[in-house]
Structure formats: C-alpha cells, structure tokens
C-alpha cells in the first residue's frame, strides 16, 4: 500500500447482538520474530499461524533479500532457511517496511551485526517516527548509519558491525523494539550483551531466542523492571514455531462485544502473555464479563479461549506501569470508556505519540468527533463516559490501522453511525477485519 492509494472509506452503525466463534489471525510481534530468528538460524523453520498483514509480509521479503530462504507452504504456514547468525547478505534494494515499526526497527538490530550495508525506509507515517532510539544503542556496538532524515528518520542507511561489540544498555523508554534491536545485535557480539529496562516491556523475543537454542537470562530489576543477558554467538537452530492469536487484534471483537447488548462471543487461541493482557486486566476491573477457558502454551507463550459477553462498564483509573502492557491497546480502551459509566483516567501515554500516528491527539479527536467529551492533560487521557455515544462522526485515521478499528468498534453501538475516512491500513495488521466482524453480525458498510 502507499499513502497515495485512493482512500477507502466505511460506515459502522448499531446491530443487533453480535455472536459466534472466531480465531482472531496471529500475533504481529511473534510473527515478525519468527521470520527473523529463522533467518537468523541455521537450518530450517516451520511456522504456523502466521499473520499474513502488509507489516509481517515487509519483513518476510527483507529476510529474502538479506538472504534467507522464505517460502509459504499453505494458509498462515511458511517455511524460512536461515542463513547463521552474522550470515545475512548485503540487500541489492532499500528494504522497505510499509508502515512497521517493529519489523523496521529489529531488522536493524539483526544487520547491525552483519558486516553489510543496508538501506531502510518505509511509507510517510514510518518516515516520521523516531530511529534515533535504535541507533544509539547500535552505534555503540559499532554500527554505523551513513545516512539519514533529520533526527534519524528514515530513509537511512545502516552500516553493520565487522566487529559488533557486546553492551549493557539501559532502555530509555520501556520498548521492546529497542530491546530486540539490541538482542539481535548482540547475538554477533561475542560474549554477554545485557539489557535493562526499568518497566518491562513484551518478552517475545527473549521467549523465542531461548526457543531457537539461544542461552539467554532475564531477572526481576527493581519493581517493574527485567535484566536481560543474552550470551552471544550461539549456534541458532531452526525450530517449529506456533503463533498463537493476536490479543491486540483480539481487543477489537472484544470491547464490540462488551459495548452491544446482548452479544456473546468466543475467541479461540488467544495470547495471554501476561506481558500483553494490561487491557484484559483493565476491562475486567470495569465491570467486564471475559471468561478464560483452554489454557495451554506453546515456545513459552501461553494462550487461551476466551468468552465475552456484553457489559455494564464503569469507569476507572489505570496506572502509568500498566501502559507497556497494553501499549497499542488504549484507542480501542478509550472506546470501551466512551460506552461506561463515569470518568475514565488513563496516565502515562506518552510513547503513543510516536506510534503510526499522534495516538493520544487521534484517540481524543476520534472520540470528540464523535460527541464524547475527552480531554488529553499533558500524558494523560481522559474520558467521560455516559454509557452511551452520539456518533454521527467521521474519523481521520491518519494511516493507523488502530485507529480505524477502534472507530468501526464504536459505530457498533453509536446513536448515530461512525464513518473512517480509509481503511487500507487495516490491512496492516487484520487483513480480514471487516469480514470477521461482519460474520459476528456488525453492519459496516
Ligand atoms: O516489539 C514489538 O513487537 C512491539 C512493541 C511495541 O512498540 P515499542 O517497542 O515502541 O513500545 C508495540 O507498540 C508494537 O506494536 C509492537
Ligand atoms: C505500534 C504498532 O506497530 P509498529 O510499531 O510495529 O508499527 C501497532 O501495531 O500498533
């Protein structure tokens, strides 16, 4: 897709109870690390469940063209021969990530292990978010970046480590993009490359390391934090990977469910690392009814089946430590808090604004357009919801796939129906959105 595509508007308006069964695709981060970790390894990777979005298939062709052999072997299932730890191949083209953040940021990590030189790049809304955060760290395990935008925007180019050196690097922010560039890098570095975050952020990437034959230790560090220390060089071995259901695209049937009366739903599969499960966490404490049933795990990633049921919400408080938990998860919550009773307070949103969009400006225009009464105080957003939404909006979604969902997810209960102005980017991360909550009984047309 690109930002001069034709807009593809849509109209969500109130139905009746929405029900049924589904399997929501799979997750994104697990997705991006498999691809990237069987590039990494020697020998072969089988992976099932994959999510086949636009961000996950822009990291599937850079591990092509970094080298490794990736080919789909059937519906989600892809097979990837790796190349080795340090084995990628200088790319003949600038590697293109669309609107991705993670897969852009850790393959950077992974070729600034490499001795190549890579060129990076992506649509309008990746060219403005912030590099400088993985560079820093990069260059300090001897990367180089030749070139790039002001601030570290892309496009840039990265020149690899010869001769990466292993460092023990603070977070600056709680990011598991950072972190994984960092792992990823030192994974060439010889010996130990430590990383330490003061509020942990998702461990998929330490899970899935450790899966592919990785030594790699992670420990409490203060009250909210981990110490992560990967020893480097290690034989990677290709492994079988299964990709568990997607709880951030989950949150989109879930709260259209908790808003419509009547409705009841199950999601079969879901992720439940409790590193992603902030939102569960934060509905249930608003009143909702999620039933978990089927626990199971597989590559260290627990997963369940979830029954929803529509909900009387209120609103309530949600502390700044809970955000890295359900970081991408707020639009939609907002949503949810639109349709309680009484104000909903969440602190400490900052790193929204250097998402696909200004997600904190999004999320409250969204909501404003729409006749709730919301406010952003400094990092902190705030909604008053009055168990019930005018509507009647139409929504920028300013090339944000959440964005857009959340809006369609209000419109399912709306007084008056809720327009988005595009919904290509949808593809992005749930290429088959409307059909799944068409198929639940949503009426978007
Ligand atoms: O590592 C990942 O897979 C992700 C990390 C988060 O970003 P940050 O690391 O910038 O918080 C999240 O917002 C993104 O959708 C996926
Ligand atoms: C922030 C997101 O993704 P990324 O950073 O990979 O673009 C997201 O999917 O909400």
Redesign the pocket.
């Known amino acids: 897709m690109t930002d001069s595509d034709k807009p593809t508007p849509l109209q969500s308006r109130a139905s009746g109870p929405l029900t049924g069964k589904v399997r929501v695709p799979g997750d994104?981060?697990i997705s991006?690390?498999a691809l990237i970790l069987g590039a990494l390894a020697v020998g072969e990777t089988r992976i099932s469940g994959l999510l086949e979005g636009e961000d996950v298939l822009n990291t599937a062709k850079s591990m092509q063209a970094l080298g490794a052999g990736v080919e789909r072997t059937g519906d989600f299932a892809w097979k990837v021969n790796g190349v080795g730890v340090a084995g990628f191949a200088e790319p003949k083209a600038p590697l293109d990530f669309g609107n991705s953040?993670?897969g852009c940021?850790?393959v950077m990590g992974a070729v600034a292990g490499c001795p190549i030189s890579a060129v990076f790049d992506g649509d309008a809304s990746l060219r403005s978010r912030p590099m400088r955060r993985i560079l820093d760290p990069l260059e300090k395990m001897g990367a180089k970046v030749v070139s790039g935008g002001a601030g570290g925007r892309l496009p840039l180019t990265v020149q690899g480590a010869r001769d990466p050196l292993p460092i023990t690097y603070k977070t600056p922010?709680?990011?598991?993009?950072?972190?994984?560039a960092v792992l990823l890098a030192g994974l060439a570095a010889p010996g130990a490359t430590t990383v330490i975050e003061t509020e942990a952020?998702?461990d998929?990437?330490e899970l899935m390391l450790k899966h592919f034959g990785a030594e790699i230790t992670s420990v409490q560090e203060g009250q909210h934090g981990r110490r992560i220390t990967l020893v480097g060089q290690p034989e990677l071995h290709g492994a079988n990977v299964v990709v568990p259901a997607d709880p951030?695209s989950a949150a989109f049937p879930i709260v259209a469910a908790l808003i419509v009366e009547g409705s009841e739903i199950v999601l079969s599969d879901v992720m439940t690392n409790p590193l992603r499960t902030g939102l569960f966490t934060t509905l249930r404490e608003m009143g909702a009814s999620i039933e978990e049933s089927e626990v199971r795990g597989d590559a260290g990633e627990p997963m369940a089946k979830l029954r929803v049921r529509a909900s009387k919400l209120r609103g309530v408080e949600v502390p700044p430590e809970r955000a890295?938990s359900m970081?991408?998860e707020y639009l939609v919550l907002a949503v949810a808090a639109a349709f309680a009773e009484g104000t909903t307070i969440m602190r400490g949103l900052q790193?929204l604004r250097?998402?696909e969009s200004d997600r904190l400006e999004a999320t409250a225009a969204m909501l404003r357009v729409n006749g709730v009464k919301v406010e952003v105080c400094g990092d902190d957003l705030i909604v008053e919801g009055r168990g019930h939404v005018p509507g009647g909006g139409v929504v920028a979604t300013h090339m944000d796939h959440r964005i857009a969902m959340s809006a369609l997810v209000m419109g399912c209960a709306s007084d008056q129906p809720v327009t988005v102005d595009d919904t290509a980017f949808i593809a992005t991360s749930f290429p088959d959105f409307i059909p799944m909550m068409r198929s639940l009984g949503a009426d978007f047309s």
């Open positions: 994104k981060s991006h690390r953040g993670t940021r850790l922010v709680a990011s598991a993009q950072i972190k994984s952020s998702r998929h990437t951030s890295p970081i991408d790193e250097v998402k």
